[in-house]
């Protein structure tokens, strides 16, 4: 950052602010191009990798990744159950439909603020129920 500074210093004229508020600008439009640059990198999680080596308990590892979706299906299945119709609807409207909250707001002929309040209400009780969180 210090060397982007004196690089441009013949750039920094007298505002009326402290020249620690020019630096400050500086390394706040550093971060945020660093910060831009991140979201474009390609990456790949180590977990994945480590699979793609493991080829000797391939088919029972990918049995069992078929289980725990069969598993996690079922679990949210039962949790919607516990959903009262409204709650449902909106649910699946929001994510399974994956419409915005003014398009479930149209769909279910209600207002946005009516949608994400049930949006709300609706995955607090799925997380009380799937009991990731106290109630």
Not at 18 to 40: H, K, P, V, Y
Not at 78 to 87: E, K, R
């Amino acid at each position: 950052m210090f060397t982007r500074a004196l690089r441009h210093i013949d750039a920094y004229t007298w505002q009326g602010r402290a020249f620690a508020a020019w630096l400050t600008t500086i390394a706040r439009n550093l971060f945020l191009d660093e910060l831009g640059r991140g979201r474009t990198r390609l990456e790949t999680p180590v977990a994945e990798l480590k699979d793609l080596g493991d080829s000797g308990r391939g088919a029972e590892s990918l049995a069992l990744r078929e289980l725990e979706a069969v598993e996690a299906h079922e679990t949210v299945r039962t949790a919607l159950h516990t959903l009262n119709p409204h709650q449902r609807h909106c649910v699946e409207l929001r994510f399974l439909d994956e419409l915005t909250a003014q398009e479930t707001a149209l769909a279910m002929g209600r207002s946005v603020g009516a949608v994400k309040t049930l949006t709300y209400r609706a995955v607090r009780k799925l997380r009380w129920t799937i009991g990731t969180v106290p109630a």
